[in-house]
C-alpha cells in the first residue's frame, strides 16, 4: 500500500508496483508496472502520477526510488510530451533571431533531409546517445560523406544544446557520440605556371580584376562581392573586409514578398561577424584604381540609368553581380586553360598557399583569411609547411657539405 500523508492521500514519492500479463502477437507477456506519485494537481486536487514499466520487479523498484529521490529533492521534473521534430521546429523559430539567414537555410536543409525523418516522432527525453548514434550509422551507410554526418551532427547537437539550457533535457546524448572521420579533401591551388597563366588569360576579360583581387587578397566570393569603394583606402594601401553578398532562400511565407521567387540576394556580415583589415600588394591596389576608372566609364554611358551601389564589382549599369554569373565566367576561364576542376575558391587556397611560400607567417595568414584560429590555418595549409621544412633541411643540407668541404 502507498504512503499516505495527513490528507489521506498517497505521499509525493510513494508508489506501488504490480505484475501486469498480456498478450502480444499470440504470445504471453509478463512485465512489471510501477506508478508513484510525483505531485497534486494544485487545481483539480487530484495526484499525479508517473506510470513505470520494466522486465523485473527489481528493476521497477530502481527507477521508482530514483524518481522519489528527486519528487523529495525538489529536482523532480515530469517528462515533456514534446516530440524531437516539435522541439526542433521551436528551435529554429525561437532561437535562431541571431543566426545568419544563410547558416539558418543550411540548417532547415539538414533538419528536413536527414534529422527530422528519423528522429522527429521520437519523444524528446526518450531520445538516447544510443538512437543518434545508430541514425549517424545509418547515414553513412546510405552514402551521406562523412563531412555532411558531422554538419548534420552539428545542428543536432546545437538544437539539444539548447534545450539543455532551458531544462528541457538534462544532458545532451549527443555528446558521447561518435563521428565518422572526416578525410580531408586535397587541395588544388593553383601553381606559379598556372597561376601565370591565368594573370594572361583573363586580360580584357569584363571581370579581369575581380579575378586578380580575389586571387591576391584570399577573399570569399562573397566578400569579394560585398566589397565596396567605403571599404578601399588607397591613401592607406589597405581593405576593410566587413560584409559578403550572398544568395539565401526565402521562407514560404515571404515569397510573395519576394515576387514568388525562391531566393533573394543580400548583404550580410562576414563569417563569425569578424571584421578584418588586410593590406594588399600594391599592385592589387593598382587594379582596383583600375577597375575604378572603368566603372566611371561605365556610369558615364549608363547615364540616368546607372544605379548607385557604391559596390567595386558590378555590371555595366552598376548593380551587383549575380554569384552564379561569376562562377560561370570563372569556369570558361580555367576550362579555357585546360583545368576543368578548379573552383573558384581555390583562388582563395592559391593565395594562402602563395603567401606561406613566399614568406608569411602562419599568423598573418591566418589574419588575411579571416580564420579564427592560426591552428585552423595551419591544420589546412599545414603540407605546404612540410615542403617548406623539407626544402629548408635540403638547403642547410647544401650549406654544411659547402663547410665540411673546404
Not at 147 to 165: D, F, Y
Request: charged content about 25%.
Amino acid at each position: 500500500m502507498p504512503h499516505k500523508n495527513k490528507t489521506g492521500r498517497a505521499a509525493n514519492g510513494s508508489g506501488s508496483i504490480r505484475k501486469r500479463e498480456v498478450t502480444r502477437n499470440g504470445k504471453p507477456y509478463t512485465y512489471w508496472e510501477g506508478r508513484v506519485t510525483v505531485d497534486i494537481d494544485p487545481i483539480t486536487g487530484k495526484q499525479v502520477q508517473r506510470t513505470i514499466t520494466g522486465k523485473t520487479q527489481k528493476e521497477v523498484a530502481q527507477k521508482m526510488r530514483e524518481i522519489a529521490v528527486e519528487v523529495d529533492q525538489g529536482t523532480y521534473k515530469a517528462p515533456s510530451m514534446l516530440t524531437v521534430g516539435d522541439w526542433l521546429d521551436i528551435w529554429m523559430e525561437e532561437y535562431l533571431g541571431s543566426v545568419k539567414p544563410r547558416t539558418v537555410e543550411s540548417y532547415q536543409c539538414q533538419i528536413k533531409n536527414h534529422i527530422r525523418p528519423q528522429l522527429g516522432p521520437i519523444k524528446l527525453e526518450a531520445l538516447s546517445t544510443h538512437m543518434i548514434q545508430h541514425f549517424y550509422n545509418g547515414l553513412t551507410k546510405s552514402g551521406l560523406s562523412p563531412k555532411s554526418v558531422k554538419i548534420v551532427h552539428g545542428v543536432l547537437h546545437k538544437a539539444l544544446q539548447q534545450a539543455v539550457a532551458i531544462s528541457y533535457l538534462r544532458f545532451n546524448p549527443s555528446d558521447a557520440c561518435v563521428l565518422p572521420r572526416v578525410e580531408r579533401k586535397e587541395l588544388h591551388p593553383l601553381d606559379d605556371d598556372a597561376i601565370h597563366q591565368f594573370i594572361e588569360t583573363v586580360k580584357g576579360h569584363p571581370h579581369e580584376f575581380l579575378f586578380l583581387v580575389t586571387l591576391f587578397t584570399g577573399m570569399r566570393q562573397g566578400e569579394v562581392l560585398g566589397l565596396k569603394w567605403e571599404d578601399v583606402d588607397f591613401e592607406r594601401g589597405t581593405v576593410l573586409v566587413r560584409r559578403q553578398f550572398q544568395k539565401v532562400m526565402v521562407q514560404d511565407k515571404d515569397r510573395a514578398k519576394n515576387g514568388g521567387k525562391k531566393y533573394r540576394y543580400q548583404f550580410i556580415s562576414v563569417k563569425n561577424s569578424r571584421w578584418r583589415k588586410i593590406a594588399p600588394a600594391p599592385i592589387v591596389m593598382h587594379w582596383l584604381k583600375r577597375q575604378r576608372g572603368k566603372q566611371a566609364e561605365w556610369r558615364l554611358h549608363a547615364g540616368p540609368a546607372w544605379e548607385d551601389t557604391g559596390l567595386v564589382f558590378t555590371n555595366e549599369l552598376g548593380s551587383h553581380l549575380m554569384t552564379h554569373t561569376v562562377y560561370h565566367n570563372f569556369k570558361r576561364v580555367v576550362t579555357d586553360m585546360g583545368l576543368p576542376t578548379v573552383r573558384f575558391h581555390d583562388l582563395r587556397h592559391s593565395y594562402a598557399v602563395a603567401a606561406i611560400k613566399s614568406g608569411d607567417d602562419i599568423k598573418t595568414v591566418q589574419g588575411n583569411l579571416g580564420h579564427a584560429t592560426a591552428s585552423f590555418t595551419l591544420d589546412v595549409y599545414g603540407h605546404v609547411t612540410d615542403q617548406m621544412r623539407r626544402e629548408s633541411a635540403q638547403r642547410m643540407e647544401q650549406y654544411i657539405e659547402g663547410v665540411v668541404g673546404q
